[in-house]
């Protein structure tokens, strides 16, 4: 069974930083790539980062410049690290990744979630 386990969130002030981890088991992001997700009280979840299995990422135009994905393939576990935090960024964030079928086909919708990490900024 595919487990994505996440860690790193916290409260900080605004202008901090945070690092997120997402750490896959029985499941290898090389394969389908993978993606952060959050969502704030009331809000609908957003689709916050993509890694994509060729490495490539795509950031939402609202945390461009300030969040970055990336890839540990020896652990098997992708991070955004969080910088310039603002007091809108407070959400529970989530990690996300979708089945592989073989022969890199991939699920168009997200199977697989991590239960979800806690990011508080304070202004």
């Known amino acids: 069974q595919v487990q994505l386990v996440e860690s790193g969130g916290g409260s900080v002030q605004a202008g901090g930083s945070l690092k997120l981890s997402c750490t896959a088991l029985?499941?290898?992001?090389?394969?389908?790539?993978m993606s952060w997700f959050r969502q704030a009280p009331g809000k609908e979840r957003q689709l916050v980062s993509s890694?994509?299995?060729?490495?490539?990422?795509r950031n939402a135009d609202s945390i461009e410049g300030r969040f970055t994905i990336s890839l540990d393939n020896a652990a098997n576990t992708v991070y955004l690290q969080m910088n310039s935090l603002k007091s809108e960024d407070t959400a529970v964030y989530y990690c996300a990744a979708r089945q592989h079928y073989g022969a890199g086909v991939c699920d168009t919708n997200f199977d697989y979630w991590g239960q979800g990490t806690q990011v508080t900024v304070s202004s």
């Open positions: 029985r499941y290898m992001f090389n394969t389908c790539g």
């Open positions: 890694m994509r299995s060729d490495g490539s990422s």
